[in-house]
Nanobody, 113 residues
């Protein structure tokens, strides 16, 4: 069955960096576009970043452009989210997503001094 397992979240100070990973299994990873979403307390889940099958094309929410980078390693069935210059408003649970409504369990990112 399809599984998406995120890791890499944690507590970081403003201005710091984190790299999230999402390891996929149960499907042919290389033929699916992948996305990262996040959900802050009391807010709706929002799209953060998107990457096509080969990584040739990416797209970002305006609020993270220039700070976050999505990438993938199809040999490792893994999609990454490099997050730099983190702000307190980036605090959220971050989820990996594959179309047909497959979600990971999420990883908590907290940006606080």
């Amino acid at each position: 069955q399809v599984q998406l397992v995120e890791s890499g979240g944690g507590l970081v100070q403003p201005g710091g960096s984190l790299r999230l990973s999402c390891v996929a299994s149960g499907f042919i990873f290389s033929i699916y576009d992948m996305s990262w979403y996040r959900q802050a307390p009391g807010k709706e889940r929002e799209l953060v970043a998107f990457i096509t099958t080969t990584g040739a094309s990416t797209n970002y929410a305006d609020i993270v452009k220039g700070r976050f980078t999505i990438s993938r390693d199809n040999a490792k069935n893994t999609v990454y989210l490099q997050m730099n210059s983190l702000k307190p408003e980036d605090t959220a649970v971050y989820f990996c997503f594959r179309r047909q409504n497959y979600w990971g369990q999420g990883t908590q990112v907290t940006v606080s001094s």
